[in-house]
């Protein structure tokens, strides 16, 4: 069976960065494989004083998109935090 697994196990693709914009704020993502089926997702952008960043940890392999429609970075994306 095909494609990418969703849940426990390893992803396909452990390791990955993206940028996006989103409310005229540019954005870094990152999803790392931190220990088998368990994935660190990062979402970062540049302040004025360096660097603003929230992160969480998941058991599901999330694709960019799910990553950044999650509820966990929503104020973030907001520019609220």
């Known amino acids: 069976m095909g494609g ?14 993206w940028e996006r914009e989103i409310n005229g704020l540019n954005f870094t993502f990152s999803k ?21 960043e929230t992160s969480f940890y998941s058991d599901r392999d999330l694709t960019p998109e799910e990553v950044e429609q999650l509820p966990q970075f929503a104020a973030f994306l907001a520019g609220k935090i």
Request: glycine share 12%.
């Open 4 to 17: 990418q697994a969703i849940g426990f196990g390893k992803p396909e693709n452990p390791d990955k960065a």
């Open 32 to 52: 790392v494989d931190e220990k088998e089926g368990v994935c660190l997702y990062r979402c970062s952008r540049r302040i004025e004083s360096g660097t603003s």
